[in-house]
C-alpha cells in the first residue's frame, strides 16, 4: 500500500509521542520534530508508510540517544497481556469453538497499536472492552474458515507479529494451531511499540515456535530488507499469518492466497484501502484469495 | 502566545485540508505539503500560530492558484449564519439580559473555525447544538460584569471579528453595544475561513459599525504588520473585543485590562494556554485585567 497525504499529519502526530517518550528536553524535541518535517517532505509517497516510519524513528533515536522509547510502554503492555491471556485462556478453551475465540482475540488485542493513534487514551479498561466486543460479536465466517482449513492443512505457518502486549494474545492463537508448524516473526530492533525478541521471550512464545526477526525495525515487512532466513521462510511457508497495519501496508501487494492479514482497521486510510470501516477487525487474505476483496 | 509542538501535527492537517479544497490534483496537492512542511521544519518556534498559519495557506494558494479555498465554506457558513441570526434575534431581544444572551451566542459561533478542525463534522445541527448549549448554560458572571461595565462606559470599541458565518452572531451582540462606538476590523485577504471585508458585507456589518482591516491575510493580529489606521484605532480604542483563537494566540502578551478575548477554547494547546477544558466558552481580559489568570 502506498503512503497517502493523510499520513503525513499522523507521521508528525506520531514523531511528537515518540519524542515525548524519548526525552524530556523541548529544545532537542524541536530539532526533531524539525529534522522529521524536512524527512517527510522529501519522501516517496509511493513507499509503504512504514518505511517512513523507519525513517522517523531513526531521527528519534539517534538525536535523543534513546535506543527503544517505547520499552516502558511496552513492558506494561506485556504484562497487562499476559494477565488477560491467563485470565481468558480458560475462556478461550471452554469455548464451543476454540479457535475462533482466540482469533477474535488476537484480532481485538491490535487495538495496542502506539503507531496508529497516541497511546494516552488506551488503558486496561479500553482493551477490555475492545476484547468482550470481539468475544461477543461475529466474524465473517467465510474468511474464518478459509483460514481455519488453511492453517489445517499447513505444514509450516509463519506467524509475523505486531506490537508488545497483542502477542499475548497471538500466543492463545498460536496454541490453537498445529504444534510444531509455527515459525514467530518479530521486527529486527526497536520501533514504536512494536514486538522484537525481547518481548517474545517475555510472552514465552519461544516456548512455542521458532522466533525470526525481520532484521531490522522497520514497523511492517519490506521483504527486501528482510534477511536470507526471514525471505526463506516466508517463500516456503505453507500459510502465512500477518498481524496488523504495519504488515498489511507493507504486504497487501502480494499476490499469495495463503498470506492472511489480521488486524484491526484503525485509521482511516487503511480502512478505505480495506474498504471497511475504522475499528472493524479484518482477515483479508492476499490477492488471489478467497476472502480478498 | 508561542508555538508548541503540538501545533506541528495541526499544521499539516490543515494544510492538507485547505490543499484538498483548493485542488483535486493530487500530484499537485503532494507538492504544497512538501513545501509545508519544509516551511514549517524552519519556523521559529517562539512565533505565535498564526504566523505559521499565513505562510501554509500562503503556499496553498501560490502552488494551486487558487486565491481563496475556503470561498465556498464562508458563503454556506454565513447563509446558514444569517438564517440563525435572524431566528435567534427575538430569542436575545426578549431575554432578561439581551447582552448576556448575545455574548453567549457570539462565543459558541466561535465553533465555526476550519483552522482548529476539519470542517467535515461542522454542519448545521452541530452549530445549533452549540448555540443551545451555550444558552441554556452559564457563563462566568464577574467576566462578564467586567465586559459589561467596560463596553458601557466606552466611547469606541474595535471588534476584531474571526470567521465567516461567526460573524453573523458578532452582529447579534454588536447590536446590543452602544450604537457609533464600534469598529469592526476584519482580515485583509482571504486566509483559512475567516472572514474578510467581503464576509462583512455579506452580514450587513457595515451598516451598524465601520469596517477596517488587519492589512494581511494573516488569521489572527500580528500589530507590527497591521496598517496604521489599524495600529491606531487598536492603541486608542477604550475597549478591544478580540473574537476566537488567532487573535488570542497573537495578542494574549498585551498587558491591556481593557482587551477582552472571547473564543471558545478548541484546542488542547490554547485550552492549557487559557488553563481551562477543551470546548469552554472564555471571557480573558489582557494582562493586568481582572478575569485574566
Keep these: ?32 520534530m524539525r529534522r522529521v518535517l524536512a524527512k517527510v517532505a522529501e519522501f516517496s509517497f509511493e513507499l509503504p508508510p512504514p518505511v517512513m516510519g523507519r525513517q522517523v524513528h531513526r531521527i528519534v533515536r539517534e538525536e535523543t540517544g534513546n535506543p527503544d522509547p517505547y520499552r516502558e510502554a511496552k513492558r506494561l503492555f506485556n504484562g497487562l497481556g499476559m494477565e488477560l491471556m491467563d485470565e481468558m485462556r480458560p475462556l478461550v478453551e471452554s469455548s464451543a469453538d476454540a479457535f475462533e ?102 510472552i514465552g512464545l519461544a516456548d512455542l515456535a521458532d522466533i525470526i526477526t525481520n532484521g531490522s525495525a522497520t514497523p511492517g515487512t519490506v521483504l527486501a530488507d528482510c534477511p536470507e532466513e526471514f525471505r526463506e521462510r516466508f517463500a516456503g511457508a505453507d500459510v502465512v499469518m500477518a498481524k496488523g497495519q504495519g504488515n498489511y501496508e507493507t504486504l497487501s501487494d502480494e499476490a499469495r492466497p495463503d498470506l492472511f492479514f489480521l488486524l484491526r482497521a484503525k485509521c482511516p486510510v487503511v480502512a478505505r484501502d480495506l474498504d471497511c470501516e475504522v475499528g472493524r477487525l479484518v482477515i483479508r487474505s492476499g490477492r488471489g484469495g478467497l476472502s480478498a476483496r
Tied chains: 1, 2.
Design 1 to 32: 500500500m502506498r503512503t497517502y497525504l493523510e499520513c503525513v499529519p499522523c507521521f508528525a502526530r506520531q514523531a511528537l509521542d515518540a519524542v515525548r517518550m524519548a526525552t524530556e528536553d523541548t529544545a532537542l524535541q524541536a530539532r526533531v
Design 101 to 202: 475465540a482466540s482469533l477474535k482475540l488476537a484480532l481485538a488485542a491490535n487495538v495496542i497499536d502506539l503507531g496508529a493513534k497516541s497511546g494516552k487514551d488506551l488503558g486496561e479498561a479500553a482493551i477490555r472492552a475492545e476484547m468482550n466486543r470481539a468475544l461477543t460479536g461475529p466474524l465473517p465466517a467465510c474468511e474464518v474458515d478459509a483460514l481455519r482449513h488453511a492453517v489445517a492443512a499447513a505444514q509450516t505457518i509463519l506467524y509475523i507479529t505486531d506490537n508488545a502486549g497483542e502477542i499475548a494474545f497471538d500466543r492463545l492463537l498460536i496454541e490453537q494451531l498445529p504444534r510444531g508448524t509455527v515459525t514467530v516473526a518479530v521486527r529486527g530492533a526497536p520501533v514504536l511499540n512494536d514486538a522484537t525478541a525481547e518481548d517474545a521471550q517475555e
